[in-house]
């Protein structure tokens, strides 16, 4: 460890800064506490320095010269060791910058006089604190005056004794006891030899750096190092004051502690993972993290400097919370009421073929468009609603607007109105439609916000964005289910895509945050929210992402429902026949002995006709035969191939013979009759008036059959679906949907209605008859033909064994 110059005064001696040792500092990964020692020259200042890092690292001599010259330093792990010049030596030059790099940078100053404590001493430390500015903005700096060489018995209390003094010069004084709150005194005698009453001074010395060192300023490496370049230059052009050197320091400090709140936010903040209803982000948790070091520091003098980087960590904090929020909304599919309110004006609009243009701000601030002339400005916002919309873009009711945009900022509150548009840039191709879209693509080509148009010749809905036009059809879903198709929805995507890497976000989660937005925003201008939740985006979004995405999809809820019963035999034939080989004992996996020889011209298929093929029956009919697993000896073997045989040839023959067996006329009467009386049943429970309500005669409501019900339900539902479209009437009162389109909601309800009925009497509808007696067959003749190929066999049932034997 040597020292080394971090400053000298080459002539014509103005400050040069060493980089390459500013570098080491630069360098530090530690945080750094700065120890100045300043003084009076020749001192022992080097020497006491040397003593504090216990080796000899600055350079000391018994000569009348002075010894240092600047300022050195030692960097000894969280300690940077500043050794100044001393100020009033005759025989050096007197550099009144030293002593102001060294306060102004010191979290703890040691300030050495010459072998008593000297009025002039404290002038010249009060000299570096005399304007009051500074008084204003002082670094939270702890003092520790050393008499050095010192031959007087100084008491403990020394120095606070000789500030309370009033010699006229209470100035002086002041500022010293305002500019360090925290304030030691150390008394170290002359003595060449080091004897025990030196080594006590250094120990009073060394207890003093230790107490309260907690409340210390510390500075990470590179922003000491970059408010000591700011230094230099300050002091290089011989221009500097203290106030805005410090000034300059504190804002490097300061910058740290935000940085520092920042970071302890960022890793207390919830992560999104899943969509989480109550989320919410405490940001108030970073403010305290940074008003709790500016405490600790006692820095409330400089509130002004204090009050200017709280606010901008504030702005930091509201930030990073704001895109949490974003990202949660977008995991739950959730979109602000806003969004619906101008989903629905789009969609009343659009079915009146009011043309209208929205532009709506996203993140870059649009005031270059509301600038024009013609434009009118909110002093405040307005709150958008679908009788605004109505009222705005209606041409009668308001000639002079409809033809401009209206301006919405983010929260969906319109800010100006009559607003136009900057011509097509050259170059881009003219897209279809009429003026409207055009000003709406070169908005979009001009900013990231997007622009929602009604046309007024088609009555259709277009979004553009980022030089992007797009119609999203009516936006009146003719289409009770509300869905977005298929195909529409992947061209949205598909366009989504294009302009997620037109906008190159760099990271993935941070844009597909963005993408899930986009999309979220775009379809909630397409449907009512709630019901695209289960257009289930993140499939989608995960294929398009190649990358693993920083939070997972959210969880998809199991299958259930999955039913018991054998599967549908002419859906999943082959397992049906797997399931009936395996009842009866007949390994599915274990190699047939014999081929089925089914379909061969020795036993050929019947002719194709109604009931033929029928897949589960000819599935098993191809199946090879195989032995049941049994005793393994040679025997019993040789008996059961040879039954084997027998088996295949006696069912060979039933299936050239007969057609239908295994069922008998009886058993396909009672499906019959079965099938019959539940379809009259339920068919009698639609249409006809519920037995117990007619026997009670009760209210007229349950006198009605579930059909007559059925109809008023469909009725109410359809109203219920256009009465989010209805404008309101003069008073403002909303108007009956019934009443404003009859037939639109009538048309409605009766193809609600007809799907309910096909709902309930699904299993009764023309044809189910055939098909349920036919799988009944079916099953009945595999049932009989497994019979036959198991028939004395030695399947493990015992008594069929002894039997034969
Ligand atoms: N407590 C002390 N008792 C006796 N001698 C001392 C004591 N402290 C320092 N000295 C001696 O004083 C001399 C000057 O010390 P040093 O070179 O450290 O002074 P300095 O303040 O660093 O000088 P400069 O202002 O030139 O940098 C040295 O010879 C040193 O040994």
Request: hydrophobic letters at 40%; proline letters at 6%.
């Amino acid at each position: 460890m040597v020292g080394q110059k971090l400053f000298s005064f080459p002539p014509p001696g103005r400050a040069h800064l060493h980089e390459e040792v500013l570098q080491s500092i630069e360098q530090s990964s530690r945080k750094l506490r700065v120890i100045a020692i300043v003084g009076e020259g020749r001192a022992g200042k080097s020497q006491l320095g040397n003593e504090l890092l216990q080796t000899n690292v600055f350079a000391t001599a018994a000569t009348p010269e002075a010894v240092t010259e600047g300022v050195d330093i030692v960097l000894d792990g969280g300690r940077l060791v500043l050794d100044c010049e001393g100020f009033n030596n005759a025989l050096a030059s007197s550099r009144l910058e030293v002593l102001l790099i060294g306060t102004a940078l010191a979290s703890t100053l040691i300030f050495v006089m010459d072998g008593k404590l000297s009025e002039e001493g404290l002038n010249m430390l009060a000299g570096a604190l005399t304007e009051a500015q500074l008084l204003e903005k002082q670094l939270p700096t702890r003092l520790v005056l050393v008499v050095n060489k010192c031959t007087l018995d100084y008491k403990a209390s020394a120095l606070e004794d000789a500030l309370a003094k009033d010699h006229g010069r209470r100035d002086s004084r002041d500022a010293i006891k305002r500019a360090f709150p925290r304030r030691h005194f150390v008394a170290i005698p002359f003595d060449p030899s080091g004897g025990d009453a030196y080594q006590q001074g250094l120990n009073a010395l060394r207890a003093a750096l230790d107490a309260e060192s907690s409340s210390e300023l510390v500075f990470d490496g590179a922003r000491l190092a970059g408010a000591i370049r700011g230094l230099s230059i300050k002091v290089g052009a011989g221009d500097f004051d203290l106030p805005s050197i410090h000034q300059h320091i504190m804002g490097e400090f300061l910058q740290g502690e935000v940085d520092a709140a920042m970071d302890g936010f960022m890793r207390r903040i919830p992560k999104v993972i899943e969509y989480d209803p109550d989320f919410k982000v405490d940001i108030d948790a970073g403010i305290n993290l940074f008003d709790a070091a500016i405490q600790r520091l006692s820095l409330h003098t400089c509130s002004g400097q204090v009050h200017q980087f709280r606010e901008q960590l504030q702005g930091k904090l509201e930030d990073v919370a704001e895109e949490r929020r974003t990202a949660n909304e977008a995991l739950g599919n959730r979109t602000e009421p806003w969004r619906d309110v101008l989903r629905r004006g789009c969609a009343l609009l659009s079915a009146r073929q009011v043309g209208a243009r929205l532009v709506v701000q996203r993140k870059q601030d649009l005031s270059p468009f509301l600038s024009s002339p013609s434009a009118i400005r909110f002093d405040t916002p307005e709150p958008l609603s679908v009788r605004w919309m109505w009222r705005h873009f209606h041409p009668e009711l308001n000639p002079s607007s409809h033809d401009f945009a209206a301006v919405l900022n983010q929260h969906g509150q319109v800010l100006a109105v009559r607003v136009p548009a900057p011509a097509l840039p050259d170059g881009v191709p003219v897209p279809r439609g009429n003026a409207r879209h055009k000003a709406a693509l070169s908005v979009s080509l001009r900013s990231d916000a997007w622009v929602v148009v009604v046309s007024q010749e088609r009555g259709e809905t277009s979004v553009a964005c980022a030089g992007q036009l797009w119609d999203v059809g009516s936006a009146f879903p003719d289409d009770s289910d509300y869905a977005v198709h298929e195909q529409q929805r992947r061209d949205l995507l598909l366009k989504l895509g294009l302009l997620w890497e037109s906008r190159q976000i760099s990271s993935k989660a941070k844009g597909l945050v963005w993408y899930a937005e986009e999309f979220r925003f775009l379809v909630g201008i397409l449907v009512p929210p709630g019901t695209y939740a289960r257009l289930d985006m993140w499939p989608v979004l995960r294929m398009l992402a190649d990358a693993p995405l920083e939070f997972p999809a959210p969880r998809l809820r199991p299958r259930t429902g999955q039913s018991a019963l054998p599967p549908a035999s002419w859906r999943r034939a082959a397992e049906w026949v797997d399931l009936e080989l395996e009842r009866a004992g007949l390994p599915v996996e274990a190699a047939a002995v014999l081929e089925s020889r089914w379909g061969s011209d020795d036993v050929p298929q019947p002719e194709p006709s109604v009931l033929w093929p029928q897949p589960a029956l000819d599935d098993h009919r191809s199946r090879g035969f195989a032995l049941p697993g049994g005793p393994d000896n040679k025997e019993t073997q040789k008996k059961q191939l040879k039954q084997l045989a027998d088996n295949q040839q006696r069912l060979e023959e039933l299936w050239k013979m007969s057609n239908s067996h295994g069922i008998s006329w009886d058993e396909l009467d009672t499906a019959f009759v079965a099938f019959a009386k539940e379809g009259k049943r339920r068919y009698a429970q639609w249409s006809q008036v519920p037995q117990a309500a007619k026997a009670g005669g009760d209210s007229a409501k349950a006198d009605l059959p579930k059909a007559a019900k059925m109809k008023l339900e469909c009725e109410a539902k359809a109203k219920d679906f256009y009465a989010q479209f209805r404008p309101s009437d003069e008073e403002g009162n909303p108007v009956d949907p019934k009443r404003m389109w009859p037939s639109r909601v009538r048309r409605l309800a009766a193809r609600l209605f007809v799907q309910e009925k096909k709902k309930f009497l699904a299993p009764w509808a023309p044809g189910k008859l055939t098909g349920n007696l036919q799988a009944l067959v079916a099953a009945k003749m595999i049932r009989r033909e497994t019979h036959e190929r198991i028939y004395g066999l030695a399947v493990p049932d015992k008594e069929e064994e002894t039997k034969e034997n």
